[in-house]
């Protein structure tokens, strides 16, 4: 079994940045594919970002390319979102996710389905 494990949410002015940690555990953790995703109070959860399991493939919505970067260190097991110039619309619950499959294509980096394991969520709210 995985444990993901999200860290660094908190409250931030508009305009401030956070960076997000997930750290995976358990003997089948795979390094496969891996993202963020969000969920606004009264919204369907929504992809941010995801990236590939050597970190060389990157996936961003539209709303946060530019301003958020996703990173992985495998020796640390451990995924990263830096989050800059925040805008209200970024408060949410965050999530990361993993897949099992380490041939995941690139057109479904955004897919909730496609992760198999996924963590409690870190709150993350800006303040306008």
């Known amino acids: 079994q995985v444990q993901l494990v999200e860290s660094g949410g908190g409250l931030v002015q508009a305009g401030g940045s956070l960076r997000l940690s997930c750290a995976a555990s358990g003997r089948t953790f795979s390094r496969g594919a891996m993202g963020w995703f969000r969920q606004a109070p009264g919204k369907e959860r929504e992809s941010v970002a995801a990236i590939s399991g050597s970190g060389g493939v990157t996936y961003y919505a539209d709303s946060v390319k530019g301003r958020f970067t996703i990173s992985r260190d495998n020796a640390k097991n451990t995924m990263y979102l830096q989050m800059d110039s925040l805008k209200h619309e970024a408060t949410a619950v965050y999530y990361c996710?993993?897949?099992?499959?380490?041939?995941?294509?690139?057109?479904?980096?955004?897919?909730?389905?496609?992760?198999?394991?996924w963590g409690q969520g870190t709150q993350v709210t800006v303040s306008s």
């Open positions: 996710a993993a897949a099992r499959s380490t041939q995941i294509l690139y057109r479904y980096y955004s897919d909730s389905r496609t992760y198999d394991y």
